[in-house]
């Protein structure tokens, strides 16, 4: 064998090597999230052992490891030790019980001095009250008809139900995550009472049916807010067409920060269709992870895409223990730009403008520090390594994460949209799926005004049934005041 066949046999194995290394690489990822999601997911916080660490990542005074060589001290110091502060106080608008105990003896002949109180709670279950409607009938004197009152009202017709108990199986399901037949089971235990399932999903469906209108306010009242975050979840659905399994449908979700807002969206897809048919006519920005859908969304001349830099984040997260000092040096700059985002916030107190000034000075700078680091680095891994994932992902979404910065009212991440996904993951663990596609948008339409009340910090028991009681009877173009948080922000 020549010496130039030999070179190239080499260069041959090397290549071999090398893509027989990055697909280990690869490999090892896919296990450590499958590993997650069969142990659970750790926390993503990341602290950095040493303070002056986190400062110094790109200091000419450093190290390799990002660290300063300088003298080291022992500092002691002591605090007075902290008392506890004692069981927290009961909350006035309780109703109160009193109980007096005398004492044993004879106290006819004894002199009240004053009393000790001592409180404790109490359970009371919840209730089911027959509603009895009596309307008395009378006849006129001159004989000319009869007279009596008219019946109030109710969110369904001809149905036993009344609000408050439409009210409470609703948020039952919805924000406790009771499906209907543990709820059943509650009913006939308690109250012996059991009520066919298929009556409370007809019950349902018709409240979905007198809260579409309003809905659909929601809808536009999101929409013409100028500032949405995206994000998207998956549910199983029933579906006739696939006897024997279950459909793959998604939930895609719109959230609007500044009037704290939510709209939950079924779809069957994950598709562009879905929300380029609701955002059809949307100006203003978008703010979304990296799915390629979005992308083909952000065509729109209308329409800016912001991104999401805890996307971005978690990647380096993930490849944390393949990668531990590149991971943490990205991560060590992740965590100061969130302080200076949290310090900004306090300071700005709103001003959206303000916001974007301090932002400008102090968050941008270290954003692009992450950025010159992985042109640097990024080719010294594997591209299919997490690592390399991590970096690609970053310079990828980069120029949406400018577009962070021309307006203060945007955030850093869509934290706040995955927060009211969390209700539905915790649904999927109970209902496991939903039984069509209809009652998957049903499901959507809840899901939409309990995540808006949550975020408002109405009780959604409370709202819904008030609101299950006024629509019937409320003008159409008035919907908005039924809207969550609507009397708060008008005061």
């Known amino acids: 064998m ?11 194995l090397r290549a071999s090597n ?17 590993y997650k999601l069969i142990k659970g997911f750790k926390s993503e916080r990341f602290i950095p052992e040493i303070f002056e660490q986190q400062l110094s990542l790109f200091s000419e005074n450093s190290d390799k ?18 008392k506890h502060p004692g069981r927290a106080s009961l909350r006035e608008h309780l109703p109160v019980r009193e109980v007096i105990l005398e004492p044993e003896e004879d106290i006819s002949t004894l002199k009240k001095i004053g009393e000790e109180v001592s409180e404790t709670l109490e359970y009371t279950p919840a209730s089911l009250v027959k509603r009895r409607t009596i309307r008395p009938k009378y006849t006129r004197k001159d004989q000319q008809g009869v007279v009596i009152a008219p019946l109030p009202t109710r969110p369904i017709e001809k149905s036993i139900a009344e609000a408050c108990l439409l009210a409470y199986i609703l948020v039952s399901k919805y924000v406790d995550h009771l499906p209907f037949y543990r709820q059943i089971q509650r009913f006939k235990r308690e109250f012996g009472w059991e009520p066919a399932s298929s ?8 409240c979905c ?9 929601l809808k536009q009242k999101i929409l013409e807010g100028g500032y949405i975050q995206a994000d998207e979840s998956p549910i199983k659905v029933l579906d006739s067409d696939k006897k024997g399994s279950t459909h793959q449908g998604y939930q895609w979700v719109y959230h609007d920060p500044l009037q704290k807002l939510v709209l939950f969206n079924y779809r069957k897809g994950r598709g562009q269709h879905g929300p380029k048919e609701l955002l059809d006519g949307y100006k203003g920005y978008v703010q979304c992870d990296g799915y390629t859908v979005y992308d083909k969304i952000g065509l729109d001349p209308d329409i800016i895409m912001a991104g999401c830099l805890v996307h971005a984040r978690r990647k380096f997260v993930d490849a944390r223990d393949q990668d531990k000092a590149r991971a943490e040096k990205a991560l060590a700059i992740f965590s100061e730009i969130y302080r200076e985002e949290q310090a900004i916030k306090a300071g700005a107190a709103g001003n959206a403008e303000m916001r974007k000034e301090l932002r400008l000075q102090k968050v941008l700078p270290l954003l692009q520090q992450i950025k010159t680091w992985i042109q640097e680095e990024q080719f010294k891994v594997l591209p299919k390594s997490a690592m390399g994932k991590a970096m690609t992902y970053f310079i990828n979404q980069y120029p949406k994460f400018e577009v962070i910065f021309e307006d203060g009212r945007i955030e850093l991440d869509n934290n706040q949209i995955e927060n009211s996904i969390r209700a539905l993951a915790l649904g999927r663990k109970n209902f496991l799926f939903a039984g069509s596609h209809k009652a998957a948008q049903d499901a959507a339409m809840l899901y939409s005004f309990f995540g808006s009340c949550k975020m408002h910090g109405v009780n959604p028991q409370e709202w819904l049934e008030d609101t299950l009681q006024r629509i019937p009877d409320h003008s159409i173009q008035k919907l908005e005041e039924l809207l969550p948080g609507y009397k708060k922000a008008s005061l």
């Open 18 to 34: 090398e893509a027989f290394k990055e697909k280990i690489s690869a490999m090892e990822v896919q296990l450590g999230q499958l």
């Open 199 to 206: 009556t409370l999903s007809d019950w349902m469906s018709s």
């Open 209 to 217: 049916q007198l809260l579409e209108p309003l809905y659909n306010t």
């Open 2 to 12: 020549t010496y130039q066949e030999l070179q190239k046999e080499n260069q041959q």
């Open 65 to 82: 490891t990002g660290q300063i060589a300088s003298p080291k001290e022992t500092i002691t110091y002591t605090r007075e030790k902290q």
